[in-house]
């Protein structure tokens, strides 16, 4: 199993903790993953990278980060990833059936997020925290990154990666949370493509 890197593992578990903490301790799951989805989607298009950095797959309900999914169920993740998620929070299965809802255990590190990474968490989960994981789901079928790959889903294909250069699309009927100027656009289009440049740089 490949390792996530240490900035993203902790990012994926504070998040997860810090949404928890502000839905009164426990937030569903799904939703929890969707609104990080937005949380990343909008730093892009502002900053040029995202929060997490996950992969982020197109499923039947949405895009779905693999990591922080896997960090919010406390599996199938690298030891040092679960030994540093279990200090801070904990899946509750809350119908006996499933894990359905993150619960935080302990006030979360917001040391391992920039200024920006919070203002975009803070933005995200002020504008979407009222909705519930299907409507948020229904909500990101309108970005292009995903309803790219909707005849596949329709078809029968369980996921399909998604692209980040994606995310910088304009659905035809998106929230204004995401209507950035186009000359703040472009700039975080050549920041985040200067970013991959450096990262395959030294990944080679």
């Avoid at 593992?9 to 903490?21: D, G, H, M, P, Y």
């Avoid at 990154?145 to 692209?163: L, N, Y």
């Avoid at 209507?179 to 493509?193: G, H, M, R, T, V």
Wanted: net charge positive; aromatic share 10%; with cysteine.
């Amino acid at each position: 199993m490949k390792a996530i890197p240490e900035t993203s593992f902790k990012k994926a578990t504070q998040a997860l903790n810090l949404l928890a903490e502000k839905k009164d301790g426990r937030i569903n799951k799904m939703k929890a993953i969707k609104l990080i989805y937005l949380a990343d989607r909008l730093h892009l298009r502002k900053y040029g990278r995202p929060i997490v950095g996950d992969v982020y797959w197109a499923m039947k309900l949405g895009p779905v980060g693999s990591s922080t999914k896997k960090i919010a169920e406390l599996s199938d993740m690298p030891a040092n990833v679960l030994a540093y998620a279990k200090k801070y929070i904990k899946p509750v299965d809350a119908r006996k059936q499933s894990f359905t809802s993150v619960e935080s255990i302990k006030k979360p590190d917001l040391n391992v997020f920039s200024k920006s990474d919070i203002e975009c968490l803070e933005a995200i989960y002020e504008r979407f925290s009222d909705k519930d994981q299907f409507e948020l789901a229904d909500l990101t079928h309108e970005y292009p990154e995903w309803s790219k790959h909707k005849k596949e889903i329709d078809g029968g294909k369980t996921r399909a990666k998604m692209d980040y250069k994606d995310f910088f699309a304009d659905p035809k009927d998106g929230d204004a949370i995401f209507l950035q100027k186009k000359a703040e656009l472009n700039q975080a289009k050549e920041s985040f493509k200067e970013l991959q440049e450096v990262t395959t740089f030294f990944a080679d």
